[in-house]
Nanobody
C-alpha cells in the first residue's frame, strides 16, 4: 500500500521559514520523481517544485525560486521542501506526489499525499 506522511506545515509570520517533509512507503522511492504541489482556497492545484530520481535535477515555479529548496534522502524515502522568506501568497495546502517519469506534467503523478496546511500571516 502506497503511503505518504507529510509534516512540517503550520502557521508562520511573513518572512519566516518552514520545512515540509514527505515520508513515503509502498513503492520504490528511488525510482520516482517527487513533486510538491500546492492548492490555495478557490484556486487550482499547481506545481511548486520537483526533484527527479535520475539525476536529482530540480525545478521550481517562478514565484518560489530563490526561496524554496527541494531535496531528497533516498535512504529515508523522504523528500523535503525548505521554505524561506515566506509570503502570505504562499498560504495553501501543500501536497507531495510521485511520478514514474520526468514529472513535468501533473498527469504523470501516480501517488499523492494527503496534504499539509501552510498558513503565512502578514
Amino acid at each position: 500500500e502506497v503511503q505518504f506522511v507529510e509534516s512540517g506545515g503550520g502557521l508562520v509570520q511573513a518572512g519566516g521559514s518552514l520545512r515540509l517533509s514527505c515520508a513515503a512507503s509502498g513503492f520504490t522511492f528511488g525510482d520516482y520523481t517527487i513533486g510538491w504541489f500546492r492548492q490555495a482556497p478557490g484556486k487550482e492545484r499547481v506545481g511548486v517544485s520537483r526533484i527527479r530520481s535520475s539525476d536529482n535535477s530540480t525545478y521550481y515555479t517562478s514565484p518560489v525560486k530563490g526561496r524554496f529548496t527541494i531535496s531528497r534522502d533516498n535512504a529515508k524515502n523522504t523528500v523535503y521542501l525548505q521554505m524561506n522568506s515566506l509570503e502570505p501568497e504562499d498560504t495553501a495546502v501543500y501536497y507531495c506526489a510521485a511520478a514514474r517519469g520526468a514529472g513535468d506534467y501533473v498527469a504523470e503523478y501516480l501517488y499523492w499525499g494527503q496534504g499539509t496546511q501552510v498558513t503565512v500571516s502578514s
